[in-house]
């Protein structure tokens, strides 16, 4: 078998010709490193390891510029490379990843974990609903949430006092702040216990 063509793509890439026929789309980069060339006569296992270093090497770019946009945890990573590229290559990409110290799914959910309680005043409950959305494992989000520690009553005055002022002298206005403290993982009984002790 020989290369018998390639054609510039968009994309650092080049549609590889073997025998007359289109083979694959492969990294200019990799194309480079194996000496790929017009008339250069390959076997099926050469092929084989351009396509799989190939598929690797766009993985790797993927993810880094995904990741230079916003943090991801491992598996929503994972997933988001899996609908363009093999298994092997994504799993190598992952690796690499967190040998980079790019993906790190502790470090990720200690920062979101503070962000959802302490910015968006979220109950534990509420944020690990929401850490659960984000792919984290029930292990990492346990141990994660268990050495936060906050004063909940506080956060549910913030709350009360911005955006439902007078709930304290207003049934239906104390109705409606009981339901949105609820949307934000609150329970009843510690809502029952802060309004029996600011009323």
């Given amino acids: 078998m020989y290369i018998t063509d390639l054609k510039k793509e968009r994309k650092l890439m080049h549609s590889v010709y073997v025998d007359g026929e289109f083979w694959a789309k492969i990294n200019n980069e990799i194309l480079a490193q194996n000496g790929v060339k017009i008339g250069l006569e390959i076997e099926d296992n050469f ?37 363009f590229f093999c298994i092997e290559s994504v799993e190598k990409t992952i690796e690499k990843m967190e040998d980079l110290g790019l993906v790190n799914d502790q470090i990720f959910a200690h920062k979101y974990a503070k962000y959802l309680i302490f910015n968006k005043y979220f ?20 141990a994660t949430l268990l050495d936060i520690e906050y004063d909940e009553k506080e956060h549910i005055k913030f709350l009360i006092d911005k955006k439902y ?27 029952k216990s802060f309004f029996d002790e600011y009323r």
Wanted: hydrophobic share 35%; aromatic share 14%; net charge positive.
């Fill in 123 to 142: 109950s534990k409950n509420r944020a690990a609903f929401e850490m659960r959305k984000r792919r984290l494992s029930k292990e990492i989000i346990s």
């Fill in 165 to 191: 002022k007078n709930a304290y002298f207003d049934q239906k206005i104390k109705d409606n702040a009981i339901a949105f403290l609820q949307r934000y993982g609150y329970n009843w009984n510690d809502i």
């Fill in 47 to 83: 092929l084989n390891k351009l396509k799989l270093d190939s598929d690797y090497k766009n993985a790797k770019n993927k993810a880094l510029y995904l990741l230079s946009i916003k943090d991801y945890t491992k598996k929503e990573l994972f997933d988001k490379l899996k609908k």
